[in-house]
């Protein structure tokens, strides 16, 4: 514990940031709150709240599963430990209901509850200091009008240091800086709409970045792709079209992405299945096209093309072809051709041969399984193998497919499908 507090005070001295210079810090950006305001709760701004609220997808870490909504105490488990979300609600005791919008506008746009305490930012207001105050006001207008739940908020089980708010200030000055929305004036409107949302509500970096040792993401590698910490599944790059790019994919499949979960050229799994879910699916088809222009444009990762892989050992490709005979092929067919609106195809999928394999495994073991939205309601779903098939056979059918009908990606390991069941209490 010792190394780690003399780490950080090295940290701070090595640039010069001194204790009061420590408080300045994590006081740019701020005004002082005004007294006692009203916002008036109209149904045009409740609804419109209602909206945005989904657009941040609030509710899935606001609720626990059977909970009343956005009456927090979801665990969001972190490389230090557990951070609890807060009440949401309007009960005044435990949730939000005594406090004033600027406060909630605090909170979003600078990471600081009423009380002047400074938040984790496993809520993300790295992201939500983007967001304009009236996207705030009406957020806090929808929250006013949920129903009160007297849900006692839970302690964060964090460890020592990072359970104090030194540490969170050290973080803070070193990875966090307030902002507001900046339009282009060189783009379009509906181009600076969507990294609106994008950044801000949609808080998409916040998956599809890496993040340093520290739990910090940079704007220099925004949209690269990256392991979720904890969840252990990798959120892949944006900008590439050999993972999760969609630069040359018609506006339209980008959209029905967005809104159904499937689309011609692939269809989302593990936990952006949630959010389409539980928040893209309700965007309405200006706010998704914009979405879809923006993440178009970004600029595309550049450097060589990969080297082909050695071609796997022959023992594990006739195994592996076994499996998939036995367990794959009656759905997604001999050649992995798959069937369309069902069945996605294994040939030429990029979910198939990301350099990590990571999600597949995952996939093979847990079961894959679609949102089911207003646009596919009855969405197919692949059952989990974790108990019928060995840590050996699972390595096998992965490299098959990750070699078969024009796929070349490196073939995969016992070790890392070992690795994947202990992550996860398989």
């Known amino acids: 514990m010792k190394r780690i507090l003399l780490t950080i005070s090295s940290v701070l001295a090595a640039l010069g940031i001194t204790a009061a210079a420590l408080v300045t810090l994590n006081l740019r950006g701020e005004e002082p709150l005004p007294g006692a305001e009203t916002l008036q709760g109209t149904p045009a701004l409740v609804a419109r709240g209602e909206y945005l609220a989904r657009v941040g997808n609030c509710m899935a870490c606001h609720t626990t599963q059977g909970g009343a909504p956005f009456a927090g105490g979801r665990g969001i488990e972190t490389p230090f430990g557990v951070v609890h979300s807060s009440n949401l609600t309007p009960d005044k005791a435990q949730g939000i209901g005594s406090w004033t919008s600027a406060e909630f506008w605090r909170a979003m746009h600078?990471?600081?509850?009423?009380?002047?305490?400074?938040?984790?930012?496993?809520?993300?207001?790295?992201?939500?200091?983007?967001?304009?105050?009236?996207?705030?006001?009406?957020?806090?207008?929808?929250?006013?009008?949920?129903?009160?739940?007297?849900?006692?908020?839970?302690?964060?089980?964090?460890?020592f240091p990072y359970n104090t708010q030194a540490a969170l200030g050290v973080w803070r000055a070193l990875f966090f800086t307030p902002g507001t929305p900046r339009p282009e004036p060189a783009q379009t409107?509906?181009?600076?709409?969507?990294?609106?949302?994008?950044?801000?509500?949609?808080h998409c970096t916040a998956c599809h970045t890496p993040r340093n040792a520290l739990g910090a993401t940079t704007d220099a590698k925004a949209f690269t792709g990256g392991l979720i910490p904890v969840q252990n599944w990798y959120a892949p790059a944006l900008n590439a079209?050999?993972?999760?790019?969609?630069?040359?994919?018609?506006?339209?499949?980008?959209?029905?992405?967005?809104?159904?979960?499937?689309?011609?050229?692939?269809?989302?799994?593990?936990?952006?299945?949630?959010?389409?879910f539980r928040s893209t699916q309700y965007l309405t088809d200006a706010d998704a096209r914009a979405m879809a222009v923006y993440l178009q444009a970004l600029p595309q990762q550049g450097g060589p093309a990969p080297a082909t892989p050695p071609a796997p050992p022959s023992a594990a490709m006739s195994r592996g072809a076994k499996v998939y005979e036995q367990q794959c092929a009656q759905c997604h067919g001999d050649a992995g051709q798959g069937e369309?609106?069902?069945?996605?195809?294994?040939?030429?999928?990029?979910?198939?041969?990301?350099?990590?394999?990571?999600?597949?495994?995952?996939?093979?073991?847990?079961?894959?399984?679609?949102?089911?939205?207003?646009?596919?309601?009855?969405?197919?779903?692949?059952?989990?193998?974790?108990?019928?098939?060995?840590?050996?056979?699972?390595?096998?059918?992965?490299?098959?497919?990750?070699?078969?009908?024009g796929n070349q990606a490196p073939g995969v390991g016992t070790i890392e499908v070992y690795r994947a069941r202990e992550r996860r209490g398989m």
């Open 241 to 276: 079209a050999a993972e999760a790019g969609v630069k040359e994919w018609p506006a339209e499949d980008v959209v029905a992405l967005l809104q159904t979960g499937v689309a011609p050229h692939g269809s989302v799994l593990g936990p952006m299945a949630e959010v389409v």
């Open 340 to 405: 369309p609106g069902a069945f996605p195809a294994l040939a030429g999928n990029r979910a198939v041969t990301l350099a990590d394999p990571t999600n597949l495994v995952r996939v093979v073991l847990q079961g894959g399984y679609l949102p089911a939205t207003a646009g596919n309601p009855r969405p197919h779903g692949m059952p989990p193998f974790q108990q019928t098939l060995s840590d050996e056979e699972v390595a096998a059918v992965a490299t098959f497919v990750r070699s078969s009908w």
């Open 110 to 159: 600078h990471g600081r509850s009423k009380d002047g305490r400074l938040l984790y930012p496993a809520f993300p207001y790295p992201n939500y200091t983007q967001v304009t105050r009236e996207d705030s006001d009406a957020i806090f207008a929808y929250l006013q009008s949920v129903p009160a739940a007297a849900e006692a908020n839970r302690a964060h089980a964090l460890r």
């Open 189 to 202: 409107a509906e181009y600076n709409r969507g990294a609106y949302l994008v950044n801000g509500l949609g």
